[in-house]
Nanobody, 118 residues
Framework: QVHLVESGGGLVQAGGSLRLSCVYS????????MGWYRQAPGKQRELVAA???????NYADSVKARFTISRDNAKNTVYLQMNSLKPEDTAAYYC????????????WGKGTLVTVSS
């Protein structure tokens, strides 16, 4: 089992910055990759950024060059640094972890809300 707890959401003006944090615990050695997803009202959940256990990253085209995902293994924390925020970034942001067991098990945090005002 893997447990995820997000923090860092809030209200920010367009052009501003926020840093989201996700503290993970549980079967840490079995975590294959971690990431951040978001879901805006009336829309499907979408991948924002992901990072593998080896440190490789990938980003949605809409956030490239603005968002940065990182992982601090000593603190069991994954971060999402969000700069140059836009109103269209408004969404609930969810931390995700993929656990390698017999197949892959997906784990989700409860989410943190990010609101960007124009």
């Amino acid at each position: 089992q893997v447990h995820l707890v997000e923090s860092g959401g809030g209200l920010v003006q367009a052009g501003g910055s926020l840093r989201l944090s996700c503290v993970y615990s549980g079967n840490i050695p079995r975590i294959n990759s971690m990431g951040w997803y978001r879901q805006a009202p009336g829309k499907q959940r979408e991948l924002v950024a992901a990072i593998t256990s080896g440190g490789s990253t990938n980003y949605a085209d809409s956030v490239k060059a603005r968002f940065t995902i990182s992982r601090d293994n000593a603190k069991n924390t994954v971060y999402l640094q969000m700069n140059s925020l836009k109103p269209e970034d408004t969404a609930a942001y969810y931390c995700h972890a993929e656990e390698l067991a017999v197949g892959f098990i997906q784990h989700w945090g409860k989410g943190t809300l990010v609101t960007v005002s124009s």
